[in-house]
């Protein structure tokens, strides 16, 4: 039996157990996985590697900041309740297995990761967390291709994402996210392509403070690709989002449409460069939250440059609307909804550098500038729209080493920079440091 390298993933933190029916589509997944490797070895020649793989990993995590809390426009800093540590040491400890086989025209792949996440000091947050990945891509003898995908995840909901200037959330909240999409082609060979694509996704919470955060949501795009040439690609595209939050409020649910217009571009000027581009034109309408309806363009652009063999460069700039919104309860005025993110523009930066066959660093820096709202303000005892906006600067380094073929040892660290003018979010920093240690066998 050889042995084979695979990279660690990142793990989502949980709090406690999920739920059975989570972990039951966890492990049917892994199951699948392994009755899909026990069925290959047949289709596979003598000579080939096999197409599988399992491996176990372990990695420890400091959190300074973990729960990401901040300071308000006076100085203020955010409190914590009694009993909860705002640092903290995170242990772990994982099984990774995948599979990555080819079946005449077909090709099926995924993977799996089953983790355990316990935190020294905030016991209360100790639980299992599992992602799981499974794809098929197939073709057919004419011009026919396409692919289907499985995606479970479930981690710990990420402390502050709301980022308001008022409590600090410290409660175990698991976040189970399940996708499925589809795509067909027509026209492999030919300059024209016709697309179609499908996907089914639906969010879950354990908290039930924050079941009317729930939701679920089909999309459906319809377009065509343009290749005039083996550097370039040109594309168009209707695409429909429709969605719903099934427990929004005590008045049902609020339902959503969202329709965009892309045009996309994919352009390799060399054999050391590569640049895509999308841009939309985007609609957002709510039924009942009808403040948070929007328009406007958006879109993204990315370049992957390659100078040298060893070093690889990437930019990407995106500017997407925001879906972020949790109910609150303002007494005689009733109930409404807060939205933390109308709009969101980021740009990303990163650099891997091979230093040898054996050792590999990488550096990254982003910023994401969001625009504020809140369309559930108090102004003048009516409900109104208060505005305002906050800039984060994220910055990483990461080192790998493969002592061998089958091990790998990692260490990151990075930085979160928060500033803001409004009192709808927080200043903050948090610092976080992480190594871990991964054996596979093939």
């Not at 168009?236 to 892309?262: H, I, K, M, N, V």
Request: overall charge positive.
């Amino acid at each position: 039996m050889s042995c084979h390298l695979r990279s660690i993933r990142s793990l989502g933190l949980s709090r406690r157990a999920a739920p059975t029916r989570g972990r039951q589509a966890a492990w049917a997944g892994a199951t699948c996985l392994v009755c899909l490797a026990g069925a290959t070895p047949g289709t596979v020649q003598a000579d080939e590697p096999n197409p599988w793989y399992l491996g176990a990993s372990q990695a420890l995590t400091l959190q300074p900041n973990l729960f990401r809390i901040g300071r308000n426009l006076a100085g203020a800093e955010q409190t914590l309740p009694a009993g909860v540590s705002k640092s903290d040491l995170v242990s772990t400890t994982a099984l990774v297995g995948g599979i990555d086989q080819p079946i005449g025209r077909q090709r099926v792949y995924g993977s799996i990761n089953l983790a355990n996440n316990r935190y020294r000091h905030n016991s209360q947050l100790n639980t299992p967390s599992h992602n799981l990945n499974l794809a098929l891509d197939w073709s057919t003898v004419e011009r026919l291709s396409g692919s289907l995908g499985y995606t479970d995840n479930k981690r710990q909901v990420q402390f502050n994402t709301i980022n308001s200037a008022s409590s600090v959330e410290t409660r175990r909240n698991i976040i189970d996210t399940r996708r499925v999409n589809a795509v067909a082609r027509l026209g492999l060979v030919t300059k024209l392509t016709a697309e179609a694509q499908w996907a089914h996704e639906r969010v879950d919470y354990s908290a039930p403070e924050y079941a009317f955060r729930e939701y679920r949501q089909d999309s459906l795009s319809l377009g065509l690709n343009y290749k005039p040439s083996g550097l370039l690609t040109l594309g168009a595209a209707l695409r429909q989002t429709r969605g719903e939050y099934p427990l929004f409020s005590a008045l049902g649910a609020d339902r959503f449409t969202r329709d965009d217009l892309d045009f996309s571009a994919n352009w390799q000027p060399s054999q050391v460069s590569q640049l895509s581009a999308r841009l939309s034109a985007t609609q957002t309408r709510y039924e009942q939250d009808s403040l948070r309806n929007s328009s406007g363009p958006t879109g993204n652009i990315n370049w992957n440059w390659q100078p040298t063999g060893k070093l690889r460069l990437r930019a990407d700039l995106e500017r997407d609307f925001g879906q972020s919104a949790y109910a609150a309860n303002f007494g005689l005025l009733g109930t409404g909804v807060i939205d933390y993110s109308n709009t969101r523009t980021t740009w990303r930066l990163r650099a891997d550098q091979d230093i040898s066959a054996k050792i590999a660093l990488s550096a990254s820096l982003a910023q994401v500038h969001r625009a504020l709202v809140n369309t559930a303000a108090t102004t003048a005892a009516k409900l109104g729209v208060v505005r305002g906006s906050d800039d984060t600067v994220s910055a990483s380094l990461g080192a790998r080493w493969t002592p061998t073929r089958n091990s790998l040892l990692s260490c990151d660290l990075s930085h979160d920079q928060r500033r803001t003018s409004s009192a709808l979010s927080t200043r903050m920093s948090a610092a976080v440091l992480g190594c871990s240690g991964q054996l596979t066998l093939q």
